[in-house]
């Protein structure tokens, strides 16, 4: 086998423009350089698939050593004067010589995996990562495990080109992650941790949430998606609380324990309950029903969790109006008297804390567990509150 004929290059060269590279990469082509000249100027003119796999050639350096890729270069290119040359010559060469990314890795490990070369393609131009990154390449495309050809599958059916790190990260994604509409919106290894532990807090707040199920929500990305729409639509379809509230078997507390429950409740109360949903998903807050004898209204309790139990921060009536006086003295002790901590003030009578909040503008100081957004006090309109009755009924 001969060199390719150095005129004709040259002005195949002219049409081009070189692409330089850096780091280890570069490092480890001019120790080739150096025994085989003229080598680290051409490969700046190499397209991107052949490039990658003289990228993969020096990354080989770590696990092979360089005495056995070029013993194994030997064996394949025709050269008289490669006996007597020394490794990092033969090496040179034989990146010379194998014009076809393919003839590389095959001479470099005996055969060329379906899709490697695709792969290398869509790299680019310039070098992926540290070594590691290549070592995971070539060990995914000649694996034979079904876990790790599901992962090629994967980065084949990716469209576009991919960033390095998609090579690593589909080998630490949890298995149920590996879509290619999910992977092309990693971008970086240290992502990965995260979106495996939110996977698990998914598994663990939806019952629901098989691997099929989560694989069939996948299925439903589109290109272009972002990888948190998948962890929003099962954060709208939880139905176990991270904590749960003791209500001492009281009737009349009906915790709000699902999405399925906050979405109703907010209907019936024309409130904004849903979009509380991810606060108590990741356990922020927990709502509670006051759910009394007909035809007393009921009211919406927010607790707030602390490390130390539940906090009273607010009593909502229908379309959030303030909750009538005596109506919200019930519920606070119905709550205390299932451990909720409340809100108190100065160990004065109430009219007179009220009086001195009111001469420095502090409103609803007095009681401050039982504001909302309304200004007055509300009772439903009688034929609101027939509807309003049914439908509490219907939810009990």
Same mark, same amino acid.
């Given at each position: 086998?001969?060199?390719?004929?150095?005129?004709?290059?040259?002005?195949?060269?002219?049409?081009?423009?070189?692409?330089?590279?850096?780091?280890?990469?570069?490092?480890?082509?001019?120790?080739?350089?150096?025994?085989?000249?003229?080598?680290?100027?051409?490969?700046?003119?190499?397209?991107?698939? =052949? !490039?990658?796999? %003289?990228?993969?050639?020096? *990354?080989?350096?770590?696990?092979?050593? @360089?005495? #056995? /890729?070029? &013993?194994?270069?030997?064996?394949?290119?025709?050269?008289?004067?490669?006996?007597?040359?020394?490794?990092?010559?033969?090496?040179?060469?034989?990146?010379?010589?194998?014009?076809?990314?393919?003839?590389?890795?095959?001479?470099?490990?005996?055969?060329?995996?379906?899709?490697?070369?695709?792969?290398?393609?869509?790299?680019?131009?310039?070098?992926?990562?540290?070594?590691?990154?290549?070592?995971?390449?070539?060990?995914?495309?000649?694996?034979?495990?079904?876990?790790?050809? =599901? !992962?090629?599958? %994967?980065?084949?059916?990716? *469209?576009?080109?991919?960033?390095?790190? @998609?090579? #690593? /990260?589909? &080998?630490?994604?949890?298995?149920?992650?590996?879509?290619?509409?999910?992977?092309?919106?990693?971008?970086?290894?240290?992502?990965?941790?995260?979106?495996?532990?939110?996977?698990?807090?998914?598994?663990?707040?939806?019952?629901?949430?098989?691997?099929?199920?989560?694989?069939?929500?996948?299925?439903?990305?589109?290109?272009?998606?972002?990888?948190?729409?998948?962890?929003?639509?099962?954060?709208?379809?939880?139905?176990?609380?991270?904590?749960?509230?003791?209500?001492?078997?009281?009737?009349?507390? %009906?915790?709000?324990?699902? *999405?399925?429950?906050?979405?109703?409740?907010?209907?019936?109360?024309?409130?904004?309950?849903?979009?509380?949903?991810?606060?108590?998903?990741?356990?922020?807050?927990?709502?509670?029903?006051?759910?009394?004898?007909?035809?007393?209204?009921?009211?919406?309790?927010?607790?707030?969790?602390?490390?130390?139990?539940?906090?009273?921060?607010?009593?909502?009536?229908?379309?959030?109006?303030?909750?009538?006086?005596?109506?919200?003295?019930?519920?606070?002790?119905?709550?205390?008297?299932?451990?909720?901590?409340?809100?108190?003030?100065?160990?004065?009578?109430?009219?007179?804390?009220?009086?001195?909040?009111?001469?420095?503008?502090?409103?609803?100081?007095?009681?401050?567990?039982?504001?909302?957004?309304?200004?007055?006090?509300?009772?439903?309109?009688?034929?609101?509150?027939?509807?309003?009755?049914?439908?509490?009924?219907?939810?009990?």
């Amino acid at each position: 086998m001969q060199l390719p004929n150095t005129a004709s290059t040259s002005a195949t060269r002219q049409h081009l423009t070189p692409k330089t590279y850096s780091g280890w990469t570069l490092d480890r082509a001019i120790i080739l350089d150096c025994a085989c000249p003229g080598l680290l100027a051409s490969t700046l003119y190499f397209g991107p698939a =052949r !490039r990658q796999a %003289v990228f993969l050639l020096l *990354a080989s350096f770590d696990w092979l050593g @360089q005495a #056995e /890729i070029a &013993s194994r270069f030997r064996r394949v290119i025709e050269d008289r004067d490669a006996p007597g040359q020394s490794d990092e010559a033969v090496i040179g060469r034989a990146i010379l010589l194998l014009r076809r990314p393919r003839d590389l890795v095959r001479a470099l490990f005996g055969s060329v995996p379906d899709g490697l070369v695709g792969a290398m393609q869509r790299l680019g131009h310039d070098p992926v990562g540290a070594p590691e990154t290549y070592r995971e390449l070539q060990r995914l495309f000649f694996s034979a495990a079904a876990a790790d050809r =599901r !992962r090629v599958k %994967v980065l084949g059916q990716m *469209a576009g080109s991919f960033v390095g790190a @998609q090579i #690593e /990260i589909v &080998s630490l994604l949890d298995p149920v992650l590996l879509h290619p509409a999910f992977v092309a919106n990693v971008y970086e290894t240290q992502q990965v941790a995260e979106l495996n532990a939110a996977l698990a807090y998914v598994r663990a707040r939806c019952s629901r949430a098989t691997d099929e199920a989560i694989r069939s929500s996948l299925a439903r990305l589109k290109p272009g998606d972002h990888r948190s729409t998948l962890y929003k639509w099962w954060t709208y379809r939880f139905d176990r609380l991270p904590r749960s509230l003791d209500t001492r078997g009281d009737p009349t507390l %009906v915790i709000l324990g699902s *999405a399925a429950a906050l979405a109703d409740a907010g209907r019936r109360y024309a409130n904004c309950l849903k979009s509380k949903v991810g606060e108590v998903y990741v356990g922020h807050y927990v709502y509670i029903e006051y759910r009394p004898a007909a035809p007393e209204p009921g009211v919406i309790a927010e607790l707030r969790v602390t490390t130390q139990g539940y906090l009273l921060e607010g009593l909502y009536a229908r379309k959030n109006c303030k909750v009538r006086p005596e109506r919200a003295a019930a519920v606070r002790r119905a709550l205390a008297a299932c451990g909720v901590a409340l809100y108190d003030h100065a160990p004065d009578e109430q009219d007179m804390v009220a009086a001195a909040a009111r001469v420095l503008n502090y409103y609803h100081f007095a009681e401050p567990d039982n504001t909302g957004w309304g200004v007055e006090f509300d009772e439903p309109p009688a034929n609101d509150l027939e509807q309003f009755e049914t439908a509490a009924n219907e939810a009990a």
